[in-house]
């Protein structure tokens, strides 16, 4: 069983940087696809930002160039860089760990929420 947990989220004015954490729990962490998703009022969930257990990794192209997504499986704890924040990144983010399951499926954090305003 896998538990996660964010963190790092909070207010931010346009042009500025956070640093998101998600701590895992469990032994099968390794095996996982990681990933960051996100949902803002009136949208659908949608991905950010993916890692393979292998390094690969994959963003949402209004992200792309702002955002990097890394893995540290020693600490168990997946990471979402995200510079030059504009007001439409505002969102609840959340963690997902996939055991290889279809996207979307498998374990989720409760979310942090990442607001950037001026």
């Known amino acids: 069983q896998v538990q996660l947990m964010e963190s790092g989220g909070g207010l931010v004015q346009p042009g500025g940087s956070l640093r998101l954490s998600c701590a895992a729990s469990?032994?099968?962490?390794?095996?996982?696809?990681m990933a960051w998703y996100r949902q803002a009022p009136g949208k659908e969930r949608e991905l950010v930002a993916g890692?393979?257990?292998?390094?690969?990794?994959n963003y949402a192209d209004s992200v792309k160039g702002r955002f990097t997504i890394s893995r540290d499986n020693a600490k168990n704890t997946v990471y979402l860089e995200m510079n030059s924040l504009k007001p439409e990144d505002t969102a609840v983010y959340y963690c997902?760990?996939?055991?290889?399951?279809?996207?979307?499926?498998?374990?989720w954090g409760q979310g942090t929420q990442v607001t950037v305003s001026a």
């Open positions: 469990g032994r099968i962490f390794r095996l996982n696809t």
């Open positions: 997902n760990a996939n055991p290889g399951l279809p996207p979307g499926f498998g374990y």
């Open positions: 890692i393979t257990s292998g390094g690969t990794t």
